[in-house]
């Protein structure tokens, strides 16, 4: 039987776990909006770990910037406080990135429901 779930999946998701309480209990800065963790993914080595994350509310490009800026500050803090909380020998380095799939869904549906609308009074005119 093949592995279905890998040991860097495993890590990943428990880092995910971790760095979610983290941030919102550790991270003492103000300015950081609503953050959510959407993903982690871990390389191969355990040596670097991608962070995705998404800001619930404002989303705006300078909003991004600012929440991207703090987080890659706080990135070491961060990693001190895993190593602290995870039983691992070395823990991954944090790269954090904005995860823009979450607002390009709300666009694509946001576009969908605009076509369907457009279908539905197209449809009207052509009945009258």
Do not use: C, W
């Amino acid at each position: 039987m093949a592995k279905e779930y890998s040991r860097t999946q495993r890590v990943g998701d428990q880092m995910q776990r971790e760095l979610a309480q983290l941030i919102q209990r550790e991270v003492r800065d103000p300015r950081l909006g609503m953050v959510t963790l959407t993903a982690v993914d871990v390389s191969r080595d355990l040596a670097h770990a991608k962070v995705f994350f998404t800001l619930l509310g404002k989303d705006s490009a300078e909003d991004i910037e600012l929440n991207l800026e703090i987080l890659k500050d706080s990135a070491g803090f961060l990693r001190m406080l895993l190593g602290k909380s995870m039983k691992m020998r070395s823990i991954p380095q944090l790269h954090f990135h904005y995860d823009e799939s979450v607002r390009r869904g709300v666009h694509l549906s946001s576009l969908i429901e605009q076509a369907v609308a457009e279908d539905k009074r197209h449809d009207k005119g052509e009945q009258e």
